[in-house]
């Protein structure tokens, strides 16, 4: 689905506890340390200070071919900041109600996704490579794979 990019896009200032989830307030852009130097530049993330977890796992997406997409689940529990190493790619996340579209193109940006928040990677360019710093381990129970089960369970409806 095309969305506008948003032309300022939200930025966290503090980050969000581990109980704030499913709301896409508690999603946003985080500035990562840079030390710049004429011999190239230098980034750091250190848990529990530049990301609000523990780093429990490191996986990262690359030779993504032209048009494809990746992502499209939420997670129980899972924290993540997501990174564009090199090249840019677009990252939707959705919290049931609204969504939002960021674009990733800086290796000293990260996007925090607070837990029960659905979202898909799409626009990768050529040669691009996805970072992302979880909070767990590799658990295919924490995935709502399916939207509007995933929807049901991040807003219930009454009586159902
Ligand atoms: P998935 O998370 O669905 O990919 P994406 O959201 O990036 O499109 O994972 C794709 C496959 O890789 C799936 O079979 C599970 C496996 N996988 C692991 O074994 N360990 C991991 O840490 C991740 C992220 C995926």
Partial sequence: MLLPLPTDPPRLTTFPRADQQGALAHCGVVELPRIEDRRGNLTFVEAERHVPFDIRRVYYLYDVPGGAERGGHGH?????????MSGSFDVVLDDGSNRVRYHLNRSYTGLYVCPMIWRELDNFSSGSVCLVLASEPYDEADYLRDFDEFRAAVRPQPGT
């Fill in 76 to 84: 129980h529990r899972l924290r993540q900041l997501i990174i564009a």
